[in-house]
C-alpha cells in the first residue's frame, strides 16, 4: 500500500466515459437488477442527487472510488456527463478508506459484503490494523471476518443469502457444525446461543450430576455438574441457584 499523501479535490462535471469502473474499490454486491432500476428512476425523476468520487490516474481519465450504481444507472440513460468530486492525488490507503466510509455511511454493508471486502484486501496486502480502522471496528473482529471468509462454499452461501450472520458461521466453525445445524429445520439460521447449545450437548458426557444428600454424621454433601469451559457460565449459574434452593429447603425442614 503507497503512504497517504495530501491531495486536492474539486466539485466539477465530467465526462462519464472517462471513468473508469474497474471495480477496485466495489465493496457493495450488486445481487439483482432491481438496485440499479431503482437508481435509474431515480436518476430520470430528479437528477443525479449526489457526486461521485474519483481520483485522477493519467491524462483525462479518473477511477472510479465511489459511485458504481449512480455511474451504471446514468450510462443506461444515455447521459455524458457526471457530477464529480475529483481528487488530483490519492493513495491506494485513502482510497479504500474513503470508499469504506462512503458505503457504510450511505447504506450498510451487508454481512456478506464485509467478509468478501475484508478478504479481498487482506489479499492484496492491507494490514490488519488498518482495515480494522477503515471499517471502524476491532482488529479481532476483522480476524473473525477472514475466517469466515475461508467458510466451506454452502456456509458462504448461505452468509450471501442472509440466512445467517458472520458470528453465526463463525462459531459454526469452531464448534465443527454441519450445515443443517447452522440453518436449522427452516433454514431461517440459528443463533449464536442456539449454536452454542447444540455444541454443549454433542460434547462429552458429563462426569456428574447436581447431587445433595445429607451425611450420617448430619453433613450436607453435593457435587456440581461439570460444564465446558467456553466461557459460557449461565449454565453453571443455573446449577449454583438449583444448589441454594435446595439448601434453603433443607434449612426450612430442620428449623421446624
Same mark, same amino acid.
Given at each position: 500500500?503507497?503512504?497517504?499523501?495530501?491531495?486536492?479535490?474539486?466539485?466539477?462535471?465530467?465526462?462519464?466515459?472517462?471513468?473508469?469502473?474497474?471495480?477496485?474499490?466495489?465493496?457493495?454486491?450488486?445481487?439483482?437488477?432491481?438496485?440499479?432500476?431503482?437508481?435509474?428512476?431515480?436518476?430520470?425523476?430528479?437528477?443525479?442527487?449526489?457526486?461521485?468520487?474519483?481520483?485522477?490516474?493519467?491524462?483525462?481519465?479518473?477511477?472510479?472510488?465511489?459511485?458504481?450504481?449512480?455511474?451504471?444507472?446514468?450510462?443506461?440513460?444515455?447521459?455524458?456527463?457526471? *457530477?464529480?468530486? $475529483?481528487? =488530483?492525488?490519492?493513495?491506494? /490507503?485513502?482510497?479504500?478508506?474513503? @470508499?469504506?466510509?462512503?458505503? +457504510?455511511?450511505?447504506?450498510?454493508?451487508?454481512?456478506?459484503?464485509?467478509?468478501?471486502?475484508?478478504?479481498?484486501?487482506?489479499?492484496?496486502?492491507?494490514?490488519?490494523?488498518?482495515?480494522?480502522?477503515?471499517?471502524?471496528?476491532?482488529?479481532?473482529?476483522?480476524? *473473525?471476518?477472514? $475466517?469466515? =471468509?475461508?467458510?466451506?462454499? /454452502?456456509?458462504?452461501?448461505?452468509? @450471501?443469502?442472509?440466512?445467517? +450472520?458472520?458470528?453465526?458461521?463463525?462459531?459454526?466453525?469452531?464448534?465443527?457444525?454441519?450445515?443443517?445445524?447452522?440453518?436449522?429445520?427452516?433454514?431461517?439460521?440459528?443463533?449464536?446461543?442456539?449454536?452454542?447449545?447444540?455444541?454443549?450437548?454433542?460434547?462429552?458426557?458429563?462426569?456428574?450430576?447436581?447431587?445433595?444428600?445429607?451425611?450420617?454424621?448430619?453433613?450436607?454433601?453435593?457435587?456440581?455438574?461439570?460444564?465446558?469451559?467456553?466461557?459460557?457460565?449461565?449454565?453453571?449459574?443455573?446449577?449454583?441457584?438449583?444448589?441454594?434452593?435446595?439448601?434453603?429447603?433443607?434449612?426450612?425442614?430442620?428449623?421446624?
Amino acid at each position: 500500500m503507497s503512504k497517504p499523501v495530501h491531495s486536492k479535490a474539486e466539485s466539477c462535471e465530467i465526462e462519464l466515459l472517462r471513468v473508469i469502473r474497474d471495480g477496485v474499490f466495489q465493496y457493495r454486491s450488486e445481487r439483482d437488477g432491481k438496485e440499479i432500476e431503482s437508481m435509474i428512476t431515480s436518476i430520470r425523476t430528479d437528477g443525479q442527487l449526489q457526486p461521485v468520487i474519483v481520483r485522477a490516474v493519467e491524462e483525462g481519465s479518473y477511477q472510479l472510488i465511489s459511485g458504481y450504481r449512480r455511474t451504471a444507472a446514468m450510462l443506461a440513460l444515455g447521459m455524458k456527463t457526471v *457530477r464529480a468530486v $475529483v481528487w =488530483s492525488e490519492m493513495s491506494d /490507503e485513502q482510497a479504500m478508506r474513503v @470508499a469504506i466510509a462512503e458505503n +457504510t455511511v450511505r447504506e450498510s454493508l451487508s454481512e456478506w459484503d464485509k467478509v468478501k471486502t475484508a478478504r479481498k484486501l487482506r489479499e492484496s496486502g492491507v494490514e490488519k490494523q488498518k482495515l480494522a480502522e477503515a471499517f471502524n471496528v476491532s482488529v479481532r473482529t476483522c480476524e *473473525r471476518w477472514i $475466517v469466515v =471468509s475461508k467458510a466451506p462454499a /454452502e456456509f458462504q452461501r448461505a452468509l @450471501a443469502d442472509d440466512k445467517t +450472520t458472520i458470528q453465526a458461521v463463525y462459531t459454526a466453525l469452531q464448534q465443527k457444525l454441519s450445515l443443517d445445524q447452522l440453518l436449522g429445520g427452516e433454514g431461517r439460521g440459528r443463533s449464536v446461543r442456539a449454536l452454542q447449545e447444540i455444541s454443549r450437548s454433542k460434547g462429552n458426557p458429563t462426569k456428574s450430576k447436581t447431587l445433595l444428600r445429607t451425611g450420617r454424621d448430619g453433613s450436607i454433601v453435593f457435587s456440581l455438574r461439570l460444564m465446558p469451559d467456553d466461557g459460557n457460565i449461565a449454565p453453571l449459574k443455573k446449577e449454583v441457584n438449583k444448589l441454594l434452593a435446595k439448601l434453603q429447603q433443607i434449612e426450612m425442614q430442620r428449623s421446624k
